[in-house]
Structures are given as structure tokens and as C-alpha cells.
């Protein structure tokens, strides 16, 4: 506790970043804890549960930046529609929202969240550069974005999870239901399954100028100062743990990166101190609890 105190500091600029308040508090966390009693799509025990509660989850969605712009028609519909470059924090934080409702919402709330993303994709579409039509409602799209995101959370807890023992393909299964829902017609449903969706995508994916420069952008993310020291640790790790496929289409040495991780676990250590526990987990239990429901 003592320590957590000490390390208060630094968790308060990192919930913010994360969730736009200081104490980590967010809209969303506070609609995480009602109505009392309400069950979810999961529950604690869940390796969905789990995964998404750990601060390995820092380096699972740098990584599933990473790995999404390798495909040119994901990536268009970011650079075209997106407004990440001028407000990284709000994508961010709008990204976390997503995946707190889902995982520790209501079941009404992550329908309404799911619901409130399909609408607003029905607006991305457009040409890429090489003049093919994208549309972000375009099922291959949205099972790229998912098996991206999917396989990144997962290997970054894998290396760096530190909140007890998860079944990778009950993991797979878990983010299969949010996968559908959000209109991904066969999302994989084992690690077996995930590294065939990842096969079948090969073809389709390139590296070119944008790709590194939207690469650049996330490794040099315009954080506070006192907090880029540490991203760029947690970037870097999130970049050894690419698919040894991925590294070789970035002209990416695989055997080189063993120390970011290793780095990545130490920094992590202490973010998980500091942080103490994810408040929409904890909102999330409190929910199924039958706990007083918070102030609107």
C-alpha cells in the first residue's frame, strides 16, 4: 500500500491518458457498475476477464497497431476517417472504452457499445491509394482489425501477463463472441484457428512509406514527457513480439528483442503497482456483486 502510494505520481498522468481522468474513473467505468446485479457477456474466471484486466494490455494494443496497418485497406480507412494523429488520446480512449464495456459491461451495455461503433462505421468507406473501395462494414476488414487485436492481447499476455494462468483458446473463444457481434462472420475460436485467419491474410497485407510512417507515429506517440521514456519501452516490446512473418515483412531482425521484454515485464512490474487494480474490472465486479450502484 505504501508503495502504491509512493508510485501515485505516475499513475496519475497514465489514467488519464487512458480514460481522460486522473483517478481512472471514466463515463464508461461508472456505466460498467449498473444496474446492480446485471450479468455481462463474461464474468470473473473468464480468461477474457483476465487478459483484459492486466497491464500487459499496454503492449497488446501498441502491437495490434502495428500489426493493422499491414493491410492498406484497414489502413486507409484510418488515415482517411481517423483523427488519430491530431487526438491519439481520444482513439485511445475510445478503443479502452470499447473493450471495457465489452468485457466487463452489462450485456446491455456492450450490445449498446457495439451498436454505437457499427453505426459509426457505416460512414468509413472511401478509395485506398491504389483505388480499391474500403468500407470499414466490410466483413474481411473487420475480421483483420479483430484476429489483429485479438492475437496481440493475447501475446502480450503471454510475455507479460502476471494476473495467473489463462487458456489461450478460451481467450480466442471469449473475444470470438465480441468478434461476431461486431458483424466478423466466423471469427477464429482457438490459437489454432487464429494462426489459419493469419495464413489466409498473407496475401493481402504490404509494407510501403505509409505504413512506416503510421508506425513512427506509434512508436514516438506524442505522450506527456514524463511518460514517453516508458512508452517507448513498452513500444519496443510490443514490436519484438510480432509475428516472426510480420518482422520479416518490416526487414525486422526476429531474434533481436529478448531485453525490450525483458524491460517491458520490469516496467509493467511497476505500473501494476502503481495503477493497482483496472477500475473497470473492478466496476465490473462490483456490478454482479449487487453492489450500491455509483452516482450518475
Known amino acids: 500500500m505504501a508503495t ?29 457498475a449498473r444496474p446492480a446485479g ?49 487526438d491519439p488520446f481520444g482513439r485511445l480512449q475510445r478503443t479502452g472504452a470499447f473493450i471495457a464495456a465489452t468485457t466487463y459491461g452489462s450485456a446491455e451495455l456492450a450490445q449498446a457499445t457495439v451498436d454505437a461503433v457499427r453505426r459509426m462505421h457505416a460512414g468509413v468507406r472511401g478509395t485506398a491509394d491504389d483505388g480499391r473501395a ?15 487485436l485479438v492475437d496481440s492481447m493475447l501475446t502480450a499476455y503471454r510475455h507479460l501477463g502476471r494476473d ?17 457481434a461486431m458483424g466478423v462472420p466466423a471469427p477464429p475460436e482457438s490459437v489454432a484457428d487464429l494462426a489459419q485467419c493469419f495464413a489466409d491474410f498473407r496475401a493481402e497485407l504490404r509494407v ?18 514524463a511518460l514517453r521514456p516508458g512508452y517507448r519501452v513498452l513500444a519496443r516490446a510490443a514490436w519484438a513480439t510480432l509475428p516472426p512473418w510480420a518482422l520479416e515483412m518490416l526487414e525486422s531482425n526476429p531474434r533481436v ?17 502503481a495503477l493497482v487494480a483496472s477500475p473497470a474490472r473492478l466496476a465490473g465486479e462490483a456490478r454482479l456483486a449487487g453492489g450500491v450502484e455509483p452516482p450518475a
Open 4 to 32: 502504491a502510494t509512493l508510485l501515485r505520481p505516475l499513475a496519475a498522468p497514465v489514467r488519464e491518458v487512458l480514460s481522460g481522468r486522473a483517478d481512472g474513473q471514466s463515463q464508461i467505468a461508472r456505466a460498467i
Open 38 to 86: 446485471a450479468a455481462g457477456w463474461f464474468a470473473p474466471g473468464d480468461a477474457i476477464w483476465t487478459v483484459h484486466g492486466s497491464v500487459a494490455t499496454f503492449v497488446g494494443g501498441i502491437r495490434s497497431l502495428y500489426l493493422q496497418a499491414l493491410h492498406p485497406l484497414a489502413l486507409a480507412g484510418v488515415e482517411q476517417h481517423s483523427t488519430y494523429r491530431a
Open 134 to 148: 474500403y468500407s470499414a462494414q466490410d466483413p474481411r476488414l473487420l475480421e483483420w482489425v479483430h484476429v489483429a
Open 164 to 180: 495467473g494462468a489463462v487458456d489461450p483458446d478460451a481467450y480466442v473463444a471469449d473475444m470470438a463472441v465480441v468478434g461476431r
Open 208 to 225: 510501403d512509406p505509409l505504413v512506416r510512417q503510421t508506425h513512427g507515429f506509434v512508436t514516438d506517440a506524442p505522450l506527456p514527457l
Open 257 to 273: 528483442g529478448s531485453l525490450d521484454v525483458t524491460a517491458a515485464d520490469a516496467a509493467l512490474r511497476v505500473l501494476r503497482v
